[in-house]
């Protein structure tokens, strides 16, 4: 039987579209909650998750940015302050009741406290950890129940300065080393469930943690006339102003979607603006590997170093070059 134009143009039609990838076909379908959603690298990771078919819960914890987050198309902004538990389960609540299920959760939300270790007080230290470490321990047990029964995904926002610290940088290194931790041991523990884990490791880019920093000190009368590090004191509030020089973090939040998205993500996605934050990375990384090494009855030789090394590019897929 001989087809009208109109079967053959509907036939050509449901052909083209059966043999195009349904690549975005199940974020249409899939829920993912971000946590410090309201600025820098949330915000980033919010817009782009939506205008990829996710549906974001958002969590922030003004009213106006709740407000500014719900006017993303495919976002409710939440209140959600990653210190208060009550706050936390009204979100699991509200995540629950939606009945879309829960594909992926974003810990992002972060704080940075600058100060000398010898001159910090220990309320400024309790709440960098309270936010860092404490947070994503929290937000995540409270929505593993969700994710395991998806066997979705979850990401937190490490930093470099997991990695490499110096002075000043001490409290806030030390909450993101502790976010590395977290993800190995996570990983470990959710994979059994089929629940995949990453790391997304940003360098320098724009945000607001060091005006937010810098408020956060104002309130506080913070001041360091007397201290010992007065003048790295100094040019870290300089550089903190310079801030906004370093680039937009599309790299970022596209790490996060590759993480969130792809069937087999990365457990570290290391993202940097330019080399040479790469090389002190991976050169500290590699340094502390050295010491390790050094000078006790188990040490490896350099050739059996170099063979490991080449064993475990082999194992995450090679070296870039």
């Known amino acids: 039987m001989r087809r009208s134009p109109a079967g053959v143009l ?13 690549l975005a076909q199940p974020a249409a379908r899939q829920a993912v909650l971000v946590t410090g959603a309201s600025t820098g690298i949330g915000r980033k990771i919010t817009e782009l998750l939506a205008t990829r078919g996710y549906f974001v819960y958002a969590g922030a914890r003004k009213p106006e940015d709740i407000a500014a987050l719900s006017r993303i198309p495919n976002v409710q902004g939440i209140r959600l302050d990653v210190t208060i538990p009550a706050e936390i389960a009204a979100a699991v609540t509200t995540v629950e009741k939606a009945g879309r299920g829960l594909h992926g ?9 600058i100060e000398p270790l010898i001159e910090i007080d220990e309320q400024d230290l309790a709440f960098q950890m309270d936010v860092n470490v404490m947070g994503p321990y929290r937000v995540t047990k409270a929505f593993s129940r969700m994710l395991i029964a998806s066997k979705g995904r979850i990401v937190t926002t490490g930093s470099l300065s997991g990695f490499v610290a110096g002075p000043l940088s001490g409290p806030y290194s030390m909450s993101k080393h502790a976010v590395e931790a ?8 959710m994979s059994r469930f089929g629940v995949k ?7 320098n880019y724009k945000s607001e943690i060091g005006t937010t920093l810098q408020a956060r000190m104002r309130a506080r ?15 870290f ?43 002190l990375t991976i050169r500290k990384v590699l340094l502390v590997a050295a010491q390790l090494n050094q000078g006790h009855r188990y040490s490896y030789s350099r050739d059996s170093l170099v063979a490991m090394l080449d064993q475990v590019l082999t194992r995450v897929g090679g070296a870039a070059k």
């Open 237 to 279: 509030q300089d550089g903190a102003a310079l801030g906004s020089n370093d680039p937009e973090p599309d790299d970022v939040a596209e790490a996060t979607w590759h993480a969130l998205s792809d069937p087999n993500p990365k457990l570290r996605y290391l993202v940097v603006p330019n080399q040479r934050q790469a090389d």
């Open 10 to 22: 509907l036939a050509a039609v449901l052909t083209i579209c059966l043999s195009v990838p349904l």
């Open 182 to 189: 977290f993800t190995d041991a996570l990983a470990a523990e």
């Open 105 to 113: 959760l974003v810990n992002n939300a972060g704080v940075a406290v």
């Open 197 to 203: 884990v990453s790391v997304v490791e940003p360098g």
């Open 221 to 235: 009368g913070k001041s360091y006339d007397a201290s010992a590090f007065q003048q790295e004191m100094k040019r």
